[in-house]
Every structure is written in structure tokens, then in C-alpha cells.
């Protein structure tokens, strides 16, 4: 069966929180933002890893993955060592500038993390290196 991020062209599993063009997913256990394409999807999970490094400051994967998916609901100490294996840092190493390139790796970790699966190719990349507000294709 097809993952429920995928399903949703949700691949970060956002919560809904009225994003541009997100619907709630259908469903008894509805809570989770669904996307008309996949790439409305992704620019949602790039502009949440923004928001997370402009707003909040955070710049490690230990602080993201942390706040990302906090441990009331998930494996948090499993998700940032294996985020922060593919990225290739120490998980409370600062990770840098949030460039097209460390976006990319993230979302694509994230993206694997949630759904055991990344069908998306370098449309991960092509997404984070769109600004916000741009077409992401």
C-alpha cells in the first residue's frame, strides 16, 4: 500500500494547518495536510524547513527533527541519527547556510524517514532550490 505522505502528496506528513492549497486529508483519522500535487507538497516541506532555521533558529538536525517530529508521537533519537547519517553531520552539528543543497538533503531524508520510500528524484532537488512563492518546476 501506498504510504499516506505519498497518498497525500504530503511527503513530510505536515500536519494541516491551512497551508496554500492543502485540504485536510479525508479519513476517521483525519489530521494531516493534503496537497493537490506533489510539488505543492514538497514547497510546503522546504518552506517549513525554512521557517524552522528564519523563525525558530534551528540549524541542527537534532533541533529540527526534534521539533519536527517530537518524541510524544515518534522514534525522535532514531529519526535525527538517521538524518543526520545521511546528511553526513554530527546530529547537534550546525548544518550551515539552508542553501538549495542542504535543503535538498533534508527533505530527502525526511521524506524517506516518514514514508520508508522517495518515488520523487531530482524533484526534490528542483523544489529546494525554488524560492518560496515560485513554481517549483
Do not use: C
Not at 40 to 47: E, F, I, P, T
Not at 50 to 60: A, E, K, P, Q
Not at 87 to 96: K, S, T
Request: net charge positive; no cysteine; aromatic share 8%.
Amino acid at each position: 500500500m501506498t504510504p499516506r505522505g505519498i497518498r497525500n502528496n504530503n511527503p513530510g506528513n505536515l500536519n494541516f494547518a491551512h497551508q496554500t492549497g492543502a485540504v485536510l486529508e479525508p479519513g476517521p483519522n483525519a489530521r494531516f495536510a493534503r496537497f493537490p500535487t506533489a510539488e505543492a507538497g514538497l514547497a510546503a516541506l522546504r518552506d517549513q524547513l525554512l521557517l524552522y532555521n528564519r523563525r525558530d533558529g534551528l540549524d541542527t538536525v537534532a533541533g529540527i527533527i526534534s521539533k519536527w517530529a517530537p518524541p510524544t508521537e515518534n522514534n525522535t533519537a532514531s529519526y535525527i541519527r538517521g538524518v543526520a547519517h545521511v546528511l553526513g553531520v554530527r546530529p547537534f552539528q550546525a548544518i550551515g547556510p539552508f542553501t538549495p543543497s542542504v535543503l535538498a538533503g533534508l527533505m530527502n531524508a525526511i521524506i524517506q524517514f516518514e514514508n520508508g520510500q522517495n518515488p520523487y528524484g531530482p524533484l526534490v532537488a528542483r523544489v529546494a532550490g525554488a524560492r518560496p512563492g515560485q513554481a517549483e518546476v
